[in-house]
């Protein structure tokens, strides 16, 4: 015969464990900081049997299921008067694992050196002095008094046909008997190489709404290029 007491600790421990499975569910809690004032973050969280959200602020997610969660991103625009400030985060995409665990996720967005500002690049140098690609700041832009540039990129240049900027954030440029790409979040800096070089004679350099490059050929002027996106971010010979 089982003794009543006994009973009840068996119930008691059933119930316990039941209470301890219950709370041990996934948690997120997700931080999102440097948004600029009157924008909203681009943020869309994908899961686990066709889990997806859009998330727009800070916020603490519970109940999760356990698998891989992954965030996307999409460049935040602000526009101005004269030239836009873009925003990014520097991982457009992120990934963090649940299980039945409680996980911390931080997005910080800040402003693109490349932003706000004209950029331009000079075909020749004056004497004695070397090519140099220069960005000028949006509230130096209304006068019309010798401007010192923001940026200079010292990098070694030849000469600057054309300047272009992708969807990421980079600056591709034209340079005699080179397409150059210089990575979006060195373009604060001075002295930049760039990250990507390909052997073409270009100019007018141009991107589509699907990221591949297009070109005027510097040589035949009748003739028109276009090099794929997939084929675009790595140095080499003609693409």
Known sequence: MIRPSLIFFLLFAACCSALIAQSQVGVLNITISGVPAGQSPL???????????????????????DGVYEFTSDIIVQREPSVSKTFRLTNLTSKVTIKRDTQTVNFVYRQMPGSDKIWLGNQTAPANQNL??????????????TTTPSVRLTSKVTSIWSLAFDALGNLWTADAGNIKMYPWNKLGDTNVLASVTLTHEAASLAFDKDGNLWFSDGKKASKINRIPKSRLYQSGGSK
């Not at 220069?134 to 019309?144: I, P, R």
């Open 132 to 145: 140099q690609i220069l960005a000028f700041s949006d509230e130096n832009l209304g006068s019309s008094s």
């Open 43 to 65: 943020l869309k969280m994908t899961g686990p049997k066709g889990f997806s959200r859009d998330i727009v602020r800070s916020e603490k997610l519970t109940n999760l299921e």
